[in-house]
């Protein structure tokens, strides 16, 4: 099993989780993040004055999948969030031991 984490722009995520049911993959958890890469925040003007943002909000998704399914996940994600601009994300995969649902209190293997 593998942790698919995507972090993508909060404009992009209805698209990404819309993609996502489509293709069958339902169970996600989000959460919101700030963060930069190498654009370094943006300047915005406010009422004449300029200024940094150097963290910028974005979406994290986090899926925990069988290994065979990773490759169609990840083009999922890339095709619902690029915009081709830089700050459209990063995708990190982590291997997962194991999963434990605590409804069932038993392992479970049962993923997308």
Known sequence: MKKIVA???PNKFDAVKKALIEAGY???TIKGVKGHGRQ???TERYRGTEYLVSLLPKIEI???VKEESIDNIIQTIISAARTGAIGDGKIFV????GVISK????????LN
């Open 94 to 97: 982590f291997p997962v031991e």
């Open 40 to 42: 370094m925040g943006i």
């Open 62 to 64: 986090n899926i925990v």
């Open 103 to 110: 409804f069932s209190s038993s392992p479970s293997l049962l």
């Open 26 to 28: 339902s169970g996600m």
């Open 7 to 9: 972090i993508v722009r």
